[in-house]
């Protein structure tokens, strides 16, 4: 039996922030670093763009290594990467080492996702996962809200290399934590199990796993709808200063820190229940949105703050259900999980720009809230058909 797991769940979900944090931390200072490196915008977003491809696509290798070879030591690994890597920002002088050394970020700090959600389904069983679940999604979750002010700040207070010298401080401190503290967790009876292409299918024919894994992309393709166009829609329609519309986001991320903080504390309530309310919900709030966001700021705000709470409830049961689900190969699962979500993250934009070019704001949440809808019945009719809940 490990020790103090509960520190251990808070080690590894502080790796796991560290993803999102170094993303969003960058976002404030690219006007500085526009000036400063002599670039182009189009080259400095670049930089955030390559960051997220990377860390979804190698959600789909330390998955399938933390199963092969251990939690402990692909955690080790993929840190000491984003370590290098980040020390390499901090000294880039041109945009093009920028882009390699923030491309690099990713493929190391991809693995604190998939090794915290994994450690978690490894030292908890059953609805014993739902808290620490959580903290894990509620951990993930200030990632996103604290990143740019953090970095607003060192860059406002310094020059943009500092931001990178503060990342590669926090990144030694988990280092060194994971290193003195993380154990290993896998199961003695998956240590040599070797990775088979076949698992990923196996995944995807599950009628639980793929539901949930589609579940993931459709909720983070509709969270950065929101992300991505909300600001255009609130200066087109309250004609909002910058500062203003950057507070609009604070009760979204932090009702969804709240949800995911309640929704780890819902062990006396059915798993599958629970998913497919808050998926009803979470498309009935889309179009509640679409329906009051132009009569008032006020209930603009409100329908936001619904979103995000019953998207955060949502988040930690699908993790406890998934590491549930597949024992034998929960990193290969969560990391599958995670690629679908992140590639919901890129496809916002691009699918949301097309909408909008097309038939506006209407259509652009209301294809949004029809899809959600969609994947809510879906899940009824799969929750309900007593799927095996097992792998």
Same mark, same amino acid.
Do not use: W
């Given at each position: ?19 999102? =944090? ?56 993929? !840190? ?114 070797? =990775? ?15 539901? !949930? ?10 969270? $950065? ?54 998926? =009803? ?19 603009? !705000? ?40 992140? @590639?919901? @993250? ?14 506006? $704001?209407?259509?652009? $949440? ?8 969609? @994947? ?6 799969? =929750? ?8």
């Amino acid at each position: 039996m490990v020790k103090h797991r509960g520190f251990i769940v808070y080690l590894t979900a502080f790796a796991a922030f560290l993803g999102p =944090f170094s993303q969003t931390i960058y976002v404030p200072i690219i006007p500085d670093v526009i000036k400063e490196l002599h670039t182009s915008h189009f080259l400095v977003n670049l930089t955030i763009s390559f960051y997220t491809i990377f860390l979804a696509i190698m959600q789909m290798v330390y998955g399938p290594m933390a199963d092969s070879k251990g939690r402990r030591k692909v955690m080790l690994t993929g !840190i000491s990467f984003y370590l290098a890597a980040t020390i390499g920002c901090y000294f880039s002088n041109s945009i093009y080492l920028l882009l390699l050394f923030r491309s690099l970020q990713a493929v190391g700090i991809a693995a604190g996702s998939v090794i915290a959600v994994t450690v978690i389904g490894d030292l908890f069983d059953g609805k014993s996962r739902f808290k620490p679940m959580g903290t894990f999604q509620m951990m993930v979750s200030l990632g996103p809200v604290v990143g740019p002010v953090v970095g607003g700040f060192l860059g406002g207070s310094f020059n943009f290399h500092t931001v990178f010298l503060a990342l590669a401080a926090v990144g030694v401190i988990i280092l060194a934590g994971n290193f003195f503290f993380l154990k290993e967790t896998m199961p003695a009876a998956t240590e040599k199990r070797k =990775f088979r292409f076949t698992d990923y299918f196996t995944l995807l024919k599950n009628p639980i796993g793929s539901s !949930i894994i589609f579940l993931g992309f459709i909720q983070y393709y509709s969270m $950065y709808n929101f992300l991505v166009f909300l600001p255009s829609l609130l200066d087109e329609q309250y004609s909002l200063s910058v500062e203003q519309k950057g507070l609009v986001f604070v009760p979204l991320s932090f009702s969804i820190v709240i949800g995911s903080f309640i929704g780890g504390r819902l062990q006396k309530f059915d798993e599958k229940k629970v998913i497919m309310g808050t998926s =009803f919900l979470n498309a009935i709030s889309l179009f509640i949105f679409l329906s009051l966001s132009h009569i008032s700021l006020g209930l603009l !705000i409100v329908s936001i703050i619904l979103f995000g709470l019953f998207l955060g409830l949502s988040l930690p049961v699908q993790t406890t259900i998934l590491t549930q689900v597949f024992q034998e190969t929960r990193a290969t699962a969560i990391g599958a999980y995670n690629f679908f979500r992140y @590639m919901g @993250m890129a496809c916002g934009p691009i699918i949301g720009s097309l909408l909008v070019g097309i038939g506006g $704001y209407n259509l652009l $949440y209301g294809f949004a809230g029809a899809v959600f809808l969609g @994947m809510a019945f879906l899940l009824r009719k799969r =929750f309900g058909a007593k799927a095996r809940y097992s792998s």
